[in-house]
């Protein structure tokens, strides 16, 4: 008795995951500047879904090494548009271009993109580090939370910013 004919074969096949939600955090020191990142990120990628409230300063544990201080003002952006994984390269290189012409006014702008799946939230960053995942191009992609239970568990490596009870809120909303 043959057994493949009771047991046909199973052929995998590659399938691509569901869009994620598109968020950026923007560090700033003035509000205006903020103001022209928000116009300059929904004409490239959307419109914006949710602005936060101000949030808790973003601290860099290497700013000293890096000679690198992010603004003391927070808000992260979520946008309608949804994206898939493998755009967080491009979103990366777009995010660079608004934050390095913006931070000719304002020396505290950052920009991190990421977006949040069901099961984690991810950012990306143009710096290697042991726990961040090599994309392309230069970038690299570090998960924030992971979930678990129907709860967001915060990844030890993470930015502590991803820590703060505001950012958790905003992210669980």
Not at 24 to 46: C, L
Request: glycine letters at 2%; aromatic letters at 14%.
């Amino acid at each position: 008795m043959n057994s493949s004919k009771k047991n046909p074969i199973t052929k995998e096949k590659l399938n691509r995951p569901p869009g994620a939600a598109f968020f950026i955090v923007v560090t700033f020191e003035e509000a205006e500047i903020f103001y022209s990142i928000k116009t300059r990120s929904e004409k490239k990628f959307s419109a914006t879904l949710y602005e936060s409230n101000p949030m808790p300063t973003w601290k860099e544990p290497d700013a000293d090494f890096w000679n690198s201080f992010p603004g003391r003002n927070t808000k992260i952006l979520s946008f309608k548009r949804r994206i898939h994984r493998e755009e967080l390269p491009s979103i990366q290189k777009e995010c660079l271009l608004i934050q390095n012409s913006a931070v000719e006014k304002d020396r505290g702008v950052r920009i991190f993109p990421g977006y949040l799946c069901n099961h984690s939230v991810v950012i990306s960053s143009i710096q290697d580090d042991f726990h961040r995942i090599y994309l392309f191009n230069g970038v690299y992609a570090e998960t924030v939370y992971n979930y678990q239970k129907q709860k967001m568990v915060f990844k030890e490596t993470a930015p502590p910013f991803f820590k703060t009870p505001e950012a958790v809120y905003f992210l669980q909303v």
